[in-house]
């Protein structure tokens, strides 16, 4: 999203502009997307970055869901 890529120190200099036609993202504090990022690789079996990545996506959101519905949030995977 453009406010995300606004704020993404990485992306300094190379905007002059922007329009955030969306509301802004609603960001998680770190403590919470990381346990959220553990209860995840929990959830599909994986214990690295590696690993996840190689994880079918049907798989993927289906933890997602059941991720959602542990923690009562309908995104459980926010920005950070």
């Not at 346990?35 to 599909?44: D, F, G, K, T, Y």
């Amino acid at each position: 999203s453009v406010s995300c890529l606004v704020g993404a120190p990485s992306t300094q200099g190379l905007f002059r502009r922007a329009i955030a036609q969306s509301g802004g993202p609603m960001p998680v504090p770190m403590a919470s997307a990381s346990a959220a990022a553990s209860r995840l690789c929990e959830l599909v079996g994986v214990s690295s970055v590696a690993e996840l990545r190689s994880v079918d996506v049907a798989e993927l959101v289906a933890a997602q869901v059941k991720l959602a519905a542990e923690t009562g949030s309908g995104m459980a995977l926010s920005p950070v």
